[in-house]
Antibody, heavy 119, light 110 residues
Framework: EVQLVQSGAEVKKPGESLKISCKGSGYTFSTYWIAWVRQMPGKGLEWMGVIYPGDSDTRYSPSFEGQVSISADKSITTAYLQWTSLKASDSAMYYC????????????WGQGTLLTVSS | QSVLTQPPSASGTPGQRVTFSCSGSSSNIGSNTVNWYQQLPGTAPKLLIYNNNRRPSGVPGRFSGSKSGTSASLAISGLQSEDEADYYCAAWDDSLSGVVFGGGTKLTVL
């Protein structure tokens, strides 16, 4: 059974750094692209970027390039989303999702990681 | 303002057929496949339709998708109360080099 299990909810202060994780299991982790999707409170879905764990090829949405870093460690079948200096506007739910054969078909999703940034 | 345009709300009664529209442009829907997601309250999105009209295993046949030109549609027949959710369309955008989502349509089952 394919599973993506994300790290738990976080409460951080502005300016702090953070790395959240997404552990894949039940499939060959290195051969499927993993995407990160943001959902701000009461809002829709936003694609942040995607990584191919096999060679760490990474693509970012222009809206998120330079704001976050996406990485993966295929040895422990885990993808990451990282911030170096959080802002209150980063408060949102973050989902990881496994892509299928197309560019925008995400067949499996993590349960989400809720990030709250507040002073 | 989302790149793909969806009506913010829709409603129907149990047993009815409802459709959702998703409007884009030549750089996204016009040249790439469309996928639909269902997000039940408080849960992660779930893939409902991929590659314009294909259903993942486990998705009931009363959900169907279609695409024509720069627009796509999702239809639900035999509406059920558990279908009350937010529905999002998504496609790759060649100009933005990224995935774009619609703003979502909130379905209320009356």
């Amino acid at each position: 059974e394919v599973q993506l299990v994300q790290s738990g909810a976080e409460v951080k202060k502005p300016g702090e750094s953070l790395k959240i994780s997404c552990k894949g299991s039940g499939y060959t982790f290195s051969t499927y692209w993993i995407a990160w999707v943001r959902q701000m409170p009461g809002k829709g879905l936003e694609w942040m970027g995607v990584i191919y764990p096999g060679d760490s090829d990474t693509r970012y949405s222009p809206s998120f390039e330079g704001q976050v870093s996406i990485s993966a460690d295929k040895s422990i079948t885990t993808a990451y989303l990282q911030w170096t200096s959080l802002k209150a506007s980063d408060s949102a739910m973050y989902y990881c999702a496994r892509r299928g054969d197309g560019y925008s078909d995400f067949h499996f999703w993590g349960q989400g990681t809720l990030l709250t940034v507040s002073s | 303002q989302s790149v793909l345009t969806q009506p913010p709300s829709a409603s129907g009664t149990p047993g009815q057929r409802v459709t959702f529209s998703c409007s884009g442009s030549s750089s996204n829907i016009g040249s790439n496949t469309v996928n639909w997601y269902q997000q039940l309250p408080g849960t992660a999105p779930k893939l409902l339709i991929y590659n314009n009209n294909r259903r993942p295993s486990g998705v009931p046949g009363r959900f169907s998708g279609s695409k024509s030109g720069t627009s796509a549609s999702l239809a639900i027949s035999g509406l059920q109360s558990e279908d009350e959710a937010d529905y999002y369309c998504a496609a790759w955008d060649d100009s933005l080099s990224g995935v774009v989502f619609g703003g979502g349509t909130k379905l209320t089952v009356l």
